[in-house]
């Protein structure tokens, strides 16, 4: 998939087309539309607010054991909760 069948579709939908039909008129899989979709636009999603907290306490625990892995790190997250709540 090149970016300009992306451009293209682009068009298409601008036009008022749906992704499925900009595509089959094009002759391109939508799969791959997506996936130039993906190169061309960087989607940074980042943690939300909630997560934020969890995340920090994530840190700390990896800061202390470093050797710990992600089954470990939840195992005693899991423990914590149990205990203060």
Not at 19 to 36: E, F, H, K, N, Q
Not at 67 to 84: I, M, N, Q, S
Request: aromatic share 10%; hydrophobic share 35%; charged share 35%.
């Amino acid at each position: 998939m090149n970016s300009s069948s992306v451009e293209a579709v682009e068009v298409l939908k601008a036009q008022g087309y749906s992704v499925t039909d900009a595509c089959r008129a094009l002759g391109i899989p939508r799969s791959g539309y997506r996936y130039g979709v993906r190169g061309k636009v960087a989607r940074v999603k980042g943690p939300g607010l909630k997560d934020m907290d969890l995340l920090e306490r994530i840190r700390r625990i990896k800061a202390e054991h470093p050797f710990w892995g992600y089954r470990r790190v939840w195992a005693w997250l899991r423990d914590r909760e149990k205990e203060e709540g």
